[in-house]
């Protein structure tokens, strides 16, 4: 009885650990980092005014395929912008429509105020 009831519990660590160690068939490691576009396609500032600032932020990092950029942010009286969530997009730079590139686009300035704000930037 002790031997079958051993055997049992040995044989059912050894499925699990199989399945375990499988994981997922369809996972790969780098499945994030796997880029759609064309490799020299140009890249182009998206035109983020009167969004909210964490949005506008996103999209900009989707059109550059996610490479670093210092996002400078300028609100009224150089009041601190703490929460992207409490500013709107009231102007940017470089210009909707500019073309952005690796090796000269390193920062990104947008000039904000609050939702229903009069004065933008600082």
């Not at 980092?33 to 999209?59: C, G, H, S, T």
């Not at 912008?81 to 470089?94: A, F, H, K, T």
Request: glycine content about 6%.
């Amino acid at each position: 009885m002790i031997r079958v009831f051993a055997s049992t519990v040995v044989a059912m660590c050894a499925a699990a650990g199989a399945v375990a160690a499988a994981g997922p068939a369809a996972a790969h490691a780098d499945d994030a980092q796997i880029q759609y576009k064309e490799p020299n396609e140009m890249w182009v500032m998206p035109d983020v005014k009167d969004e909210v600032l964490f949005r506008a932020e996103q999209d900009v990092e989707g059109v550059v395929d996610n490479m670093p950029l210092t996002f400078k942010t300028l609100a009224p009286n150089h009041e601190a912008v703490y929460n992207l969530e409490d500013w709107v997009v009231c102007g940017e730079s470089p210009k909707a429509g500019s073309a952005l590139s690796r090796e000269k686009t390193t920062s990104v300035t947008l000039l904000v105020e609050r939702p229903g704000g009069k004065a933008c930037g600082a």
